[in-house]
């Protein structure tokens, strides 16, 4: 005999409603522990400021600047002005016209006539003399009458030097040097000779050289005639 069962006691059926039952029961599992809140009740971990760490700050000194006083009022102006009369006399100064009438006769004093002095040019150096003087058989502009001037005189001390008397001398051999000084004045004569030698018979000879210099136009300064100084440098080489 076989052992029927009824439909309704056959759990299969419900298969699907125990699934999402479970499924469901999970969920409100879940959702509760996630939900739920907890607290640590041990204190002894949390970390405890440490106020003594802050670095003091300096705080500036500040003065009190008290404000300015204002000047002082003036006075107070007085009340009353009392006026005072002048008593005393004042005599009036008569000022007597300086001008003359058309019937006046005016007088002319004396003039004395004072005499100009005209400037006194001093004698000027060769070499910033506006009119070089000129040696005689010169010519041309003033630059060329100035270097006329300069190689006629070298070829004069060379002309009439005597070569023989350094020898004569005793000298050192090697190069020596003369300077000679002198003016042409206004006349174009030779004066105030002068000679700088390393022997005296040689400063004798280069004065007697200069003086045997001829006549010269004289240099002129300002359109007048002026005296010029000349300084001659001159190297002789002794053997």
């Known amino acids: 005999m ?3 069962k ?7 059926n419900y298969t699907k409603v125990f699934w999402m039952l479970g499924l469901v029961l999970a969920l409100f599992i879940t959702y509760v522990s996630i939900e739920k809140k907890t607290y640590d009740r041990n204190l002894e971990g949390l970390a405890v400021a440490d106020m003594s760490a802050l670095e003091e700050e300096d705080i500036p000194i500040t003065e ?17 002005i009392e006026v005072v009369e002048d008593e005393k006399e004042v005599e009036e100064t008569i000022i007597e016209s300086t001008e003359t009438d058309e019937t006046e006769a005016v007088v002319v004093e004396d003039i004395e006539e004072v005499e100009i002095e005209e400037d006194i040019i001093e004698d000027v150096p060769f070499t ?3 009119d070089v003087p000129v040696f005689p058989g010169c010519k041309g502009s003033k630059q060329q009458l100035k270097d006329c001037f300069n190689k006629q005189m ?4 060379a002309r009439k030097f005597d070569a023989d008397l350094p020898n004569e001398l005793g000298l050192s051999s090697g190069a020596k040097r003369i300077i000679m000084l002198f003016k042409i004045d206004k006349n174009g004569n030779i004066v105030d000779v002068r000679a700088k030698a390393p022997h005296p018979r040689l400063q004798k000879e280069a ?3 200069i003086k045997l210099l001829p006549k010269m ?12 100084k000349y300084t001659l440098p001159m190297r002789i080489d002794v053997q």
Request: charge should be positive; avoid cysteine; aromatic fraction near 2%.
């Open 2 to 4: 076989e052992i029927k």
């Open 6 to 12: 009824n439909p309704k006691a056959n759990l299969e």
């Open 64 to 80: 009190r600047v008290e404000p300015l006083k204002p000047p002082p009022p003036p006075p107070p102006a007085p009340e009353k």
């Open 128 to 130: 910033i003399i506006e």
């Open 154 to 157: 070298q070829k004069h001390f």
């Open 207 to 209: 004065v007697r050289i």
């Open 217 to 228: 136009t004289p240099g002129r300064q300002r359109g007048k005639a002026v005296g010029v």
